[in-house]
Each structure stands twice: as structure tokens, then as C-alpha cells.
């Protein structure tokens, strides 16, 4: 653990600037490449629709661009809040996903990195400002121009077009912003690393977790079962906190040395100031002052969840009387998001994952809001129908 900013992670390729000429006015796209591809896809058309069929138009690819033959997209809670217009105005339709794992089918001229057949992956990133100081940096999640995520975002570089996620058998993505994924993992698997993965690795490496360290996760569902399977990896020790008996057992099934029952006050009492770092990804409501107590000195809690409504005020006091840190953190970068699939590799980690077919999404969303899932649902791709021949979008 290294307490106060630790090192950003070295960046694997750098993220080279592009010229005007690079951007491509939306009535040209079709002319200066090619026609599109039509892809079949799942996605909703109005905040109450649901999921239907959709056919989706896929760029042909531009110089720089990857087209993926997507084989397995997980499913993400922000999915849900997405699709079905919680989280502000939506652009409909609208195809969700950005836990994307597939093939690569063709490549643009100017790609030398990737070949057809290769395995990779795409996450909540398509393409960002590439120039800003944050994006310099390798942390394009923070662009100061704004990130350009997989689903529902205007595309700038690509005629404003809204981009469209993974519930789909294609996709083409500028090669800046696709993965490699490692062979000899299971690629269903794979995929939710590219959202709970990244976002639970990230603040664990920002803050340099090490053999020893004493890692604190709040919260059992997608993002804290990766929380206590990548610290395990990292070598911590890794105490789960959570509100349901139910959870215990599964909490050290997927490996947490110890399990705290939040709503036991002495279990709570008798955890103080034992844990380095907290990983949050509870996004409903809480307080977080009795966690805090939880902390070292220099400890940190990082919250990884977005509540819809206000949380209970936090008590400087707490933060004050240990130097703790109060924290977010945001998906992750590209090269990042790389070392976190190299990492996984390595460690032999993957997501638990429980297999849907297009029809079974709806019934698969109403089980995420339930909390019914263990630990994330992934659809696999063979199971959409083919496109339509006119694009719904
Ligand atoms: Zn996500
Ligand atoms: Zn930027």
C-alpha cells in the first residue's frame, strides 16, 4: 500500500492524437467506406418497451477500425437504468452493452495491431477526446470533453451517429479502444471483466493494494464479487461486509477470509480500524460513517456505486481523525482495462456467470433488479436472430 497519490499505470500504447482529417461529416461516411453492415441486436425503443428484436447498422470500417464478430456481451445494472430512461433523457432505440468479448472478422488498412480471428474485447469506451490531458494520460474514462461510451453517446468522429452496445453480432470499434483477451480463459466469462472487472481493479491499483493488505468490500453482487476475487489475486486479505446472513457462506466461497454482518453492531465495533482500503459497490442508499470506523490511519474508502437519491451525510470527523480518504472511481482506462485482462490471466480470474439467450433478457433484467443473479448474466450472441433487411437504427 502506498498511502497518498499512488502511481498512475504505465500506459501499454499511447493514445496518439488525430487531425481534423480524421473526422469524417456523417453524409460522407457511406461514401468514403462503404456500406454498412446490418447487425441483429436486442435493444428497447421506448423507456417502457422492453427489450425487442432491433437490426442495427454497423460502419464499414474506416481505416483505424476493428469489425468484431461479438460472441458473449455480459449484462450490466447500468443497462437496466439506461434502457429504460432512469438515468435522464435516452435516445431510442437503443441496443445496451459494454462487456463485449468476440472475434475479430475484418480490419481497416491502417491496423497492424489486430488480425482476423483474434480474441478481443470492448468495454464502456468507444473513443474519447484522445488529446486531453486525461486521456494523455491514459485515463480516458475522465476525458475532460467527455468519454465516448459504447451505448447511447453521439459519436463525433463518426458523424454524430448514437453509438449502439453489444447485444448485437457485430460491432466496429476505432482499434484504440479494443482489448486483447488473453487465450485459455473462458471467453463468456471474460466479458463482464471489462466493466465489474476494470471497475473494482482500478481503485485497487490506484491505491497500490499489496500482499498483506487488508481489503474491506461492501456489497456482494457483479462489481463485489470481482472486488474480492481480483484483491485475493493482488494478495490481500479480504474481509466482505454485507446486510444478508444469506451471503455469508457465499461471500468465502469466493474467497473472503472473513465476512462482517453490517447490520451487527458489534461486529462492526469489533472490526475497527482494521482494514487498509474499502471497495463500496453498494448503489442504493447508506451510511457510510460506521465503514470509516473500519479504516486505518491513511485508509481509504473508495465508492464505486451511484445512488439515485441522497446518501446519509459522511462525518468529517471520521475522515479527519485518521487522514482517510473518501473516494470514487470510474470504470478504468484502455491500457489499463489491458493490465487488468493480463492480470486476470495471469491469476486464472474470471466472473461467475450464469448464461441467457436473447429471449430470456427482459426475465434476466427483472432478476438484476431483484438481486437474483449470481454473479452476472451474459448473452450469448448465437441465440439473436438475423437482421432484418432495413436497420431499425
Ligand atoms: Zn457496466
Ligand atoms: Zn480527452
Given at each position: 500500500?502506498?498511502?497518498?497519490?499512488?502511481?498512475?499505470?504505465?500506459?501499454?500504447?499511447?493514445l496518439?492524437?488525430?487531425?481534423?482529417?480524421?473526422?469524417?461529416?456523417?453524409?460522407?461516411?457511406?461514401?468514403?467506406?462503404?456500406?454498412?453492415?446490418?447487425?441483429?441486436a436486442?435493444?428497447?425503443?421506448?423507456a417502457?418497451?422492453?427489450?425487442?428484436?432491433l437490426?442495427?447498422a454497423r460502419?464499414?470500417?474506416?481505416e483505424?477500425?476493428?469489425?468484431?464478430?461479438?460472441d458473449?456481451?455480459?449484462?450490466?445494472?447500468?443497462?437496466?437504468h439506461?434502457?429504460?430512461?432512469?438515468?435522464?433523457?435516452?435516445?431510442?432505440?437503443?441496443?445496451?452493452?459494454?462487456e463485449?468479448?468476440?472475434?475479430?472478422?475484418?480490419?481497416?488498412?491502417?491496423?497492424?495491431?489486430?488480425?482476423?480471428?483474434?480474441?478481443?474485447?470492448?468495454?464502456?469506451?468507444?473513443?474519447?477526446?484522445?488529446?486531453?490531458g486525461?486521456?494523455?494520460?491514459?485515463?480516458?474514462?475522465y476525458?475532460?470533453?467527455?468519454?465516448?461510451?459504447?451505448?447511447?453517446?453521439?459519436d463525433?468522429?463518426?458523424?454524430?451517429?448514437?453509438?449502439?452496445?453489444?447485444y448485437?453480432?457485430?460491432?466496429?470499434?476505432?482499434?484504440?479502444?479494443?482489448?486483447?483477451?488473453?487465450?485459455?480463459?473462458?471467453?463468456a466469462?471474460v466479458?463482464?471483466?471489462?466493466?465489474?472487472g476494470?471497475?473494482?481493479?482500478?481503485?485497487?491499483?490506484?491505491?497500490?493494494?499489496?500482499?498483506?493488505?487488508?481489503?474491506?468490500?461492501?456489497?456482494?453482487g457483479?462489481?463485489?464479487?470481482?472486488a474480492?476475487?481480483?484483491?485475493?489475486?493482488?494478495?490481500?486479505?479480504?474481509?466482505v461486509?454485507t446486510?444478508?446472513?444469506?451471503?455469508?457462506?457465499?461471500?468465502?466461497?469466493?474467497?473472503?477470509?472473513?465476512v462482517?454482518?453490517?447490520?451487527?453492531?458489534?461486529?462492526?465495533?469489533?472490526?475497527?480500524?482494521?482494514?487498509?482500503?474499502?471497495?463500496?459497490?453498494?448503489?442504493?442508499?447508506?451510511?457510510?460513517?460506521?465503514?470509516?470506523?473500519?479504516?486505518?490511519?491513511?485508509g481509504?474508502?473508495?465508492?464505486?456505486?451511484l445512488?439515485?437519491?441522497?446518501?446519509p451525510?459522511?462525518s468529517?470527523?471520521?475522515?479527519?481523525?485518521?487522514?482517510?480518504?473518501?473516494?470514487?472511481s470510474?470504470?478504468?482506462?484502455?491500457?489499463e482495462?489491458?493490465?487488468?485482462?493480463?492480470?486476470?490471466?495471469?491469476?486464472?480470474?474470471?466472473s461467475?456467470?450464469?448464461?441467457?439467450?436473447?429471449?430470456?433478457?427482459?426475465?434476466a433484467?427483472?432478476?438484476?433488479?431483484?438481486?437474483?443473479?449470481?454473479?452476472?448474466?451474459?448473452?450469448?450472441?448465437?441465440?439473436?436472430?438475423?437482421?432484418?433487411?432495413k436497420?431499425?437504427?
Amino acid at each position: 500500500m502506498t498511502p497518498g497519490r499512488p502511481v498512475p499505470p504505465p500506459l501499454g500504447k499511447p493514445l496518439l492524437p488525430i487531425d481534423e482529417t480524421d473526422v469524417v461529416p456523417s453524409p460522407t461516411l457511406a461514401a468514403a467506406y462503404g456500406t454498412p453492415t446490418l447487425a441483429a441486436a436486442y435493444g428497447a425503443t421506448s423507456a417502457d418497451s422492453g427489450l425487442v428484436p432491433l437490426t442495427v447498422a454497423r460502419r464499414a470500417p474506416k481505416e483505424d477500425d476493428v469489425e468484431i464478430e461479438i460472441d458473449f456481451c455480459g449484462l450490466c445494472h447500468s443497462d437496466v437504468h439506461a434502457t429504460r430512461g432512469e438515468w435522464g433523457a435516452q435516445s431510442y432505440p437503443l441496443v445496451p452493452g459494454h462487456e463485449i468479448v468476440g472475434r475479430v472478422r475484418k480490419v481497416g488498412s491502417a491496423v497492424d495491431d489486430f488480425a482476423p480471428g483474434d480474441l478481443v474485447g470492448v468495454g464502456c469506451l468507444v473513443d474519447s477526446c484522445r488529446e486531453c490531458g486525461s486521456c494523455l494520460e491514459g485515463l480516458e474514462q475522465y476525458c475532460e470533453r467527455g468519454n465516448v461510451g459504447t451505448y447511447g453517446v453521439k459519436d463525433g468522429r463518426n458523424g454524430d451517429a448514437v453509438t449502439q452496445g453489444g447485444y448485437s453480432t457485430s460491432v466496429v470499434v476505432d482499434r484504440r479502444f479494443v482489448l486483447r483477451v488473453p487465450e485459455g480463459l473462458d471467453p463468456a466469462a471474460v466479458a463482464p471483466l471489462l466493466c465489474a472487472g476494470i471497475t473494482t481493479y482500478s481503485p485497487l491499483r490506484y491505491f497500490d493494494v499489496e500482499e498483506g493488505d487488508v481489503v474491506g468490500v461492501v456489497g456482494l453482487g457483479g462489481l463485489g464479487h470481482m472486488a474480492v476475487k481480483i484483491a485475493k489475486a493482488m494478495g490481500a486479505h479480504v474481509v466482505v461486509f454485507t446486510t444478508s446472513d444469506a451471503k455469508i457462506e457465499a461471500a468465502t466461497e469466493l474467497g473472503a477470509d472473513q465476512v462482517i454482518l453490517s447490520k451487527d453492531p458489534e461486529a462492526m465495533e469489533g472490526a475497527n480500524r482494521t482494514i487498509d482500503v474499502i471497495i463500496d459497490t453498494v448503489a442504493a442508499p447508506h451510511d457510510l460513517n460506521p465503514y470509516f470506523r473500519t479504516l486505518r490511519l491513511d485508509g481509504a474508502l473508495f465508492q464505486l456505486g451511484l445512488p439515485s437519491t441522497d446518501m446519509p451525510p459522511v462525518s468529517p470527523g471520521a475522515l479527519i481523525r485518521r487522514r482517510l480518504a473518501y473516494a470514487g472511481s470510474l470504470i478504468g482506462g484502455i491500457a489499463e482495462t489491458q493490465e487488468m485482462l493480463d492480470f486476470c490471466a495471469e491469476h486464472g480470474v474470471v466472473s461467475d456467470i450464469e448464461m441467457v439467450t436473447a429471449r430470456q433478457l427482459n426475465a434476466a433484467y427483472d432478476r438484476m433488479v431483484a438481486g437474483d443473479v449470481k454473479y452476472r448474466f451474459v448473452l450469448d450472441t448465437k441465440t439473436l436472430q438475423t437482421p432484418s433487411e432495413k436497420a431499425d437504427v
